[in-house]
T-cell receptor, first 114, second 110 residues
Framework: DTGVSQDPRHKITKRGQNVTFRCDPI?????LYWYRQTLGQGPEFLTY????????KSRLLSDRFSAERPKGSFSTLEIQRTEQGDSAMYLC????????????FGDGTRLSIL | DAKTTQPPSMDCAEGRAANLPCNHS???????VYWYRQIHSQGPQYIIH???NNETNEMASLIITEDRKSSTLILPHATLRDTAVYYC???????????FGAGTRLTVKP
């Protein structure tokens, strides 16, 4: 399978714990995006990278959220001190960075906070 | 980025064409129209996109009006597996995010 891969698919944790999710984009894609989706809503943009540079992070939900893409390939999204409201699906997408190319999404990590 | 308006739900009979409308009356000249769909518990799946001309691929056809203020996604022979939420999104070349609205919940019925 050469699509966007996310790990884990499901994460259950207690409130206050830190969690980290991984995204492996399509190999030739230089742009990588993170979104959050809550029940009944469309995905909501969080941040994106072009290669290893994080070019937009103002829409991360709070300073508890951070993302990295250290070598311009896979990315991680970390949530520190999780809260009940962080329960959601976290989606990753990737694209080529040119001319209106579409984003291709993974199947997400579903986070449940107990 | 321009906003889009889609009907909240539609039904379609299996084997018939499903025509999903989208209004984007404030679209700018350099903004593309993208369609995605999302089946429960999966990520959004890219379907098709276009700028001015009509487009067709193995999944669907996209018809964009001449004034570009609306578009229609056509699934030529809907199957039960096409039941999903369909999102119409407009985004310019400089845009970074796909701004998803509520979409249209399409139900294909036997």
């Amino acid at each position: 399978d050469t699509g966007v891969s996310q790990d884990p698919r499901h994460k259950i944790t207690k409130r206050g714990q830190n969690v980290t999710f991984r995204c492996d984009p399509i190999s030739e894609h230089n742009r990588l995006y993170w979104y959050r989706q809550t029940l009944g809503q469309g995905p909501e943009f969080l941040t994106y990278f072009q290669n290893e540079a994080q070019l937009e992070k103002s829409r991360l939900l709070s300073d508890r959220f951070s993302a990295e893409r250290p070598k311009g390939s896979f990315s991680t999204l970390e949530i520190q001190r999780t809260e009940q409201g962080d329960s959601a699906m976290y989606l990753c997408a990737s694209s080529l960075g040119t001319g209106g190319q579409p984003q291709h999404f993974g199947d997400g990590t579903r986070l449940s906070i107990l | 980025d321009a906003k889009t308006t889609q009907p909240p739900s539609m039904d379609c009979a299996e084997g018939r064409a499903a025509n999903l409308p989208c209004n984007h009356s404030t679209i700018s000249g350099n903004e593309y129209v993208y369609w995605y769909r999302q089946i429960h518990s999966q990520g959004p799946q890219y379907i098709i996109h276009g700028l001015k001309n009509n487009e067709t691929n193995e999944m669907a056809s996209l018809i964009i009006t001449e004034d570009r203020k609306s578009s229609t996604l056509i699934l030529p022979h809907a199957t039960l597996r096409d039941t999903a939420v369909y999102y119409c999104i407009v985004r310019g070349l400089a845009g970074n995010d796909m701004r998803f609205g509520a979409g249209t919940r399409l139900t294909v019925k036997p």
